[in-house]
C-alpha cells in the first residue's frame, strides 16, 4: 500500500515481484493445460470415428480449467454485490447529442 500510495522499499518491490513471478508461472502452467485440452478436443472432433462419449469428457475436462472457485484459484477477495448500473436517464429521459447540443452551423470554406 505504501508502495502505490509513493514510497516504494526494496523489500516491497522485491515481494512484488515474486508475487508476479508465481502468478505467470500459475498463468502460464494454466495456458499449457488450454492448448493441450484444445488440441485432445480437435483430434477427438475430427476423427472418422467420432465418439460423443470421449468429446464430452473432453469438453468436461476443458471446463473444469475454467471452473475454478475462489478457493481453488487462491482469491480471498470478498463477493461484491453486483453493480447497479445507472439508467442514464435525467429529467424527461434520454436525449440524442442534437437534443442536448444544438449542432453548430455549418460554415463552407472558401
Known amino acids: 500500500d505504501s508502495c502505490a500510495e509513493g514510497e516504494c522499499s526494496i523489500d516491497d518491490v522485491t515481494e512484488l515481484i515474486s508475487i508476479l513471478k508465481e502468478q505467470q508461472k500459475e498463468i502460464y502452467d494454466r495456458l499449457i493445460d488450454i492448448k493441450a485440452s484444445i488440441k485432445s478436443l480437435e483430434a477427438v472432433n475430427e476423427s472418422d470415428e467420432r465418439k460423443v462419449d470421449e468429446v464430452r469428457e473432453t469438453v468436461r475436462s476443458l471446463f ?8 481453488a484459484s487462491g482469491n480471498d477477495y470478498p463477493a461484491l454485490m453486483k453493480p447497479s448500473g445507472w439508467s442514464g436517464e435525467v429529467g424527461d429521459g434520454p436525449k440524442t447529442a442534437y437534443d442536448a447540443l444544438p449542432p453548430k452551423p455549418y460554415k463552407a470554406k472558401k
Not at 473444469?64 to 478457493?71: E, P, T, V
Open 64 to 71: 473444469r480449467i475454467f471452473q475454478l472457485g475462489a478457493k
